[in-house]
């Protein structure tokens, strides 16, 4: 397999009373760049009751709102957010996904980790996995058989019939995020490929896609051919400029992560709750676009990344700042992923 992809993520969250109208505006303005520049995808994320004075749009109607303007990119939902969803819903919601990305989009899928989110939803700390292997599992069936019978304490069908399919056969690829090692026999047993994280180091990648690789030989699948990773990425003329204009950016996104209670679903050596400095190093792409693509090209040479799903647009930044770091990448640096040939999986060894 040869080139790499890149995606634009386009999570618009935006400072609690900030004008979202014209905030989607800027948006869309970012998204016709990508289209016209080469870019491969557009995704955005799901959470629900924003915390640390921020607010953001709700993710499947802005994926909607967005593929008017994608053209032929693909539609990447990443990530739903598996457990707070009803099966039912889940299935038909990507079914008209796939439909509107005419057959063009990844499904990608998360646990999650806020309490807040599963509270509001009435999941128990002991239903969360029971939850999303259900959402799954039914919705897959929901996509595959002509009738469904199922019956849970979220959960009734009686001979159900879901008339609405997926243009793709039988499912879109589901994009699994998982990080600790149960989860990732999850992601072996009931997603396509694994989706990087992009708050974990390159060392615990690595770490990560042995345990995935050796659960898909227990599972007796296959190696994906797809291997993505999400990076937070700023690009600028050089690093100074570049830690100028997006440091302070992601600095504060990753602040009000450690107020969303994403350390504690990290491993100790992985806390975000660090200086910049120390959270920078081996985690985040910032500088030139030749410091950019050296930082770029252990993931690719080292773990196989297929495909990027880039951020260089962060809580409070101006649009002027995020569309010069899009500029630069379109330049320098999508042609070289383009050129580029990972290596496969079977050719990666153990971390």
Known sequence: MSGVKAGIMLSN?????????????????????????????????????????????????????????????????????????????????????????????????????????????????????????????????LWTEDRVSYESDTCILRDAHLSLKCVQKPHPPIWFAAKHPDAIRRAAELGDCLYHSPKATLATHKQRLTLYKEALRQAGKPLPRENPCRIEIYCAKDRARAMEWGAPYISEKYRAYAQWERDKAMPERER?????????????????PQDCWRQLQPYIEQMGVTHFVFRTHFLGMPLANALASMRLLSEELLPALHAAKPPSLEQITAA
């Open 272 to 288: 975000l709750d660090k200086s910049f400095d120390e959270l920078v190093q081996d985690r985040f792409v910032i500088g030139s």
């Open 13 to 141: 969250q935006q400072r609690e009373g900030a004008d979202m109208v014209s905030a989607l505006e800027e948006q869309l303005v970012m998204l016709r760049l990508a289209r016209d520049r080469g870019w491969d995808s557009y995704f955005c994320g799901q959470h629900y009751l924003n915390e640390g004075g921020n607010q953001g749009l709700q993710m499947v109607p802005y994926l909607a709102r967005l593929a008017a303007d994608a053209g032929d990119m693909t539609l990447g939902v990443g990530l739903l957010l598996a457990p707070l969803h009803n099966p039912v819903y889940t299935a038909e919601t990507i079914a008209t996904l796939d439909v509107i990305a005419r057959g063009n989009m990844v499904f990608g899928v998360g646990l999650g980790y806020r309490s807040a989110e599963f509270e509001a939803f009435g999941v128990r700390k002991g239903q969360r996995v029971q939850r999303f292997e259900e959402c799954l599992s039914v919705a897959k069936r």
